[in-house]
């Protein structure tokens, strides 16, 4: 890379900067494109051991990339894997942090992320975007410049930046933007060791499936592990669906990765298959259709799925006419498993489907019940399905289910299980649940290519679901809750039922509540004090969000600036010198954006880490002094204001 071609691209810089904000025209066809026909370079001398393989599950997406180990260190050099021309740079809190985009002379893109900085010269390009205006952050394409790249070229040096402890995302696109498994290259990596099962799922696909004699998922782990994993024999009646927790290893390294194929047999007779080569950033949050997303959601665990669910239009699977569904014929049936990684070592997996007949239908719900003093019922807690929902026996004796007044007299259809009672939402008429005095919500079916509206029964509250939000068809419900004067709860539920795009929800608020500049609506998680703001406007009386996912969501307000901690003067791996200021905020969050950090009278450039809750103050000629001062001007993002001048010694 020419110095002299990079220092005067550095002073037109400002000149360019418009244009280069905007993307680039569209790469070759990819149809033609062969990952096999160049050569690549591996990335970095850190390792050649991985931490993550191509497809895993992630939040929300399938993982596109290599994970490849730096030990828990940064600081290890970067070399592009081929020659090509700088695409695209970034830098960034979240996400990929600091990164880089290559593209080769055929099209296709290789990607680094997690970067600690990059080299040289790159850094001086990234350092002058930031400097012309001071942002934190940028996402640009830069391939009108033209900056060349060698192979083999040290382009960065490994960090942690963005998300996650420190190693490096090695991603390989085809000239689509379509990322694949970099091993389909002539990069690999030793394994001898096969995949290893650690559990079966066994779904119910109807209100009337029974699995070990009740309407709910099972989960087993092997009862041993020989030659085979053995899961023992399992009775069913109707039809079901099968997911497995299977995870493969490499020699030397403890982690976990993704197997590479999976194959379902039943009887001798293959009825699913799948392998993941590639995908599409359009389907990656498909991940919750290939996976059984309850089970995912509810204990981290990611079985995936033996049977192509409604909704899922991946290209993984191979499959006969049912795609993996099995409705079997009352007896016992031989189930095999197989699981195969990249380097084709393979582990095999068994069950046997003790498949009874259905017995008599067991007909409308019987009382009584004992009845609880105070019972404490939480139908966002009951066991959701797409068609059916599970209610507790114990909740049943308090509350009242019964149709609309403008539908047939007829009540919804309740089975009895062993367990639960169970009420048809698709083939019952609309109904209402009153489970306290005061708390009534109306299940509402909605279906996929269709709009719906979710009312609260008083009208305070709504959501907007366009046609594309949902994969499959489901009943879904929604609940208002006031706490107080600007605390508002809104629960959506089930929260199992994933989404394919955000939604619009709408709360009627007070015109004290219109009045409150800082009144935001937060999503909440489980178990978790942690809130998470989101975007929020108001529109005449109403204030409105677009989550994209069900769950609690609460309006509250936020008139608390952030607290900074004491500075630190630390140097990085790369021989500059950075200060660390800790910074929280337990509502709306730290807006480092706007945030303005002097230190010595020099203004530098500001850099957030959330996973460590602090800010960086980043200059490339800061060299610090034996006492140091530093000024810290933040604020939250409802844009409460701190302040504080504080001296340091180094």
Known sequence: MANKQLKSMYTSFILLFVILSFGSAGAQDSTSFNPTDAQYLWPTNASNALSSTFAETRSGHFHAALDIKTWGRRGYPIYATRSGTLYRMAVGPTGYGKVLYLQHDDGSFSVYAHLLRFNEELQQLADSIRFSDYSPSFDMWLDTMNIEIEQGEEIALSGASGIGPPHLHFELRTPDEEPFNPLLTNLNVKDTIGPSFSGIAVEPLSIRT??????????????????????????????????????????????????????????????????????????????????????????????????????????????PDGGGRLNLDPGRHNIEIEATDFNGNTRTARLTLSVVPPKAEPGLLEEPFTAHKSPDIQPKEWSWFNNWVNIPRRDFPHITLAPLLATPTAGPLVLQNDETLSVDQKASPQYFFRTSPINIFIPRRVYPQKMAYLLTPNEQAYATFNKATFYDTASVAITRKNHAADSVEINIFPTNIPLRTAYELSVRVDSAQRADSTL???????????????????????????????????????????????????????????????ATDNRSGVGYQNTRIYVNGRRGLTEYEPEDDRLVYYHPNFIPQKNNKVKVITFDMEGNKTSKEMTIAN
Do not use: C
Request: zero cysteines.
């Open 210 to 319: 029974k699995i070990e004699g009740n309407n709910k998922i099972i989960t087993r782990r092997p009862r041993r592990q020989s030659a085979y994993a053995h899961f023992g024999i399992i009775e069913t009646t109707g039809p079901i669906g099968l997911g497995v927790d299977v995870f493969d290893q490499a020699n030397g390294v403890p982690n976990a990765y993704a197997v590479y194929e999976l194959r379902l047999k039943v009887d001798g007779k293959e009825r699913f298959y799948s392998r993941v080569d590639q995908f599409s950033y359009q389907e990656t949050d498909q991940m919750y259709l290939d996976r059984i997303y309850t089970l995912l959601q509810s204990t981290g665990r990611s079985f995936q799925r033996l049977y192509v669910t409604d909704g899922n239009t991946l290209s993984f699977y191979q499959t």
């Open 520 to 582: 935001s609506f937060y999503k909440t998680y489980p178990g978790s004090r942690y809130l998470r703001k989101l975007t929020t406007y108001k529109d005449g009386a109403f204030i409105k969000t677009s989550p994209s996912s069900m769950g609690r969501f609460l309006l509250l307000s936020d008139t608390t600036p952030p607290r900074l901690g004491t500075p630190s003067i630390v140097k990085s791996p790369d021989e500059k010198w950075l200060v660390y200021i800790p």
